[in-house]
């Protein structure tokens, strides 16, 4: 175990933004947060190249289920390197859980997913977002669509909607290249069976499937997300509100099939990531 100052994070001095971090839009006003130093207080590999990490940020606020933080670190010589990273825990937990994909040109995703050992310190910034976010008083039913590590702010709605008992319908259609890069599997899996119907899950594998998987491999298109997802309107209630995250490409061809089957724009609430620089 060790244990960084927050303005001491070891990463390379000064260099240059690489142009593959994955930033999710969206910072907040100046001034109406601010950083604080949060120690790493357990962290568990996810995929061969992303890892978990559970942080305690004494003052950081209550956060809400899609919401996104900042990470800052810094280096001896003052150089700085900031990236946005979405919150994966439950709303309102009194911890915060990120889950990092590994960039190799990046500046910050190397330390978080490599390097970062359980007592370590860095600075974070938040929450950020009001309009990709799920409440527990929303009792509609609820598509989800996540592409690759798009999953991690789906996943706290998620989360949150079995903490709270919700019987709000939740249907997850998740995009991956393969099951070995797929993110929380066997939670998901546990939670769909607890959910007593309330979660159903669905996943679409893009080059390489288990055996016996029910869908072809391939990119979501517009058919699959008909086949797949909640329909856009029914006899039994409103509407669903649809959240999408994932690559900036993935998000643009799932939000314009669902308008496409007939979703209204206005229930169709996006949030995407890609290359910075």
Do not use: K
């Amino acid at each position: 175990m060790s244990t960084a100052d927050p303005t001491q994070a070891p990463i390379p001095p000064r260099v240059p933004p690489q142009g593959s971090e994955p930033a999710i839009a969206g910072a907040p006003p100046a001034g109406s947060i601010r950083w604080l130093p949060a120690t790493v207080v357990s962290a568990r590999m996810e995929t061969a190249g992303s890892r978990t990490l559970h942080l305690s940020a004494p003052g950081f606020l209550p956060t809400v289920a899609g919401q996104h933080l900042d990470v800052r670190l810094t280096a001896p010589d003052g150089y700085t390197a900031q990236r946005s990273y979405s919150i994966g825990s439950p709303a309102a937990a009194g911890q915060l859980e990120l889950t990092v994909d590994l960039m190799a040109m990046g500046e910050v995703s190397p330390y978080l997913v490599e390097a970062v050992e359980v007592g370590d310190m860095f600075e974070v910034r938040g929450p950020i977002g009001q309009w990709f976010v799920w409440r527990p008083e929303q009792t509609g039913s609820v598509q989800l669509i996540a592409g690759g590590s798009g999953i991690v702010p789906i996943m706290a709605m998620i989360r949150t909607h079995a903490q709270i008992g919700s019987a709000a319908t939740f249907r997850l259609l998740y995009s991956v290249r393969s099951p070995d890069v797929e993110f929380y599997r066997d939670e998901l899996d546990a939670l769909e069976r607890s959910s007593a119907g309330a979660l159903v899950v669905e996943r679409i594998y893009t080059r390489t499937a288990p055996l016996g998987h029910p869908h072809r491999v391939g990119r979501i298109d517009q058919a699959i997300i008909q086949q797949l997802s909640l329909p856009p309107s029914s006899a039994d209630g409103p509407a669903p509100t649809v959240y999408v995250c994932g690559p900036t490409p993935f998000v643009e061809v799932v939000a314009n099939a669902l308008v496409g089957i007939g979703h209204a724009p206005e229930n169709v609430r996006t949030e995407r990531f890609g290359p910075t620089g």
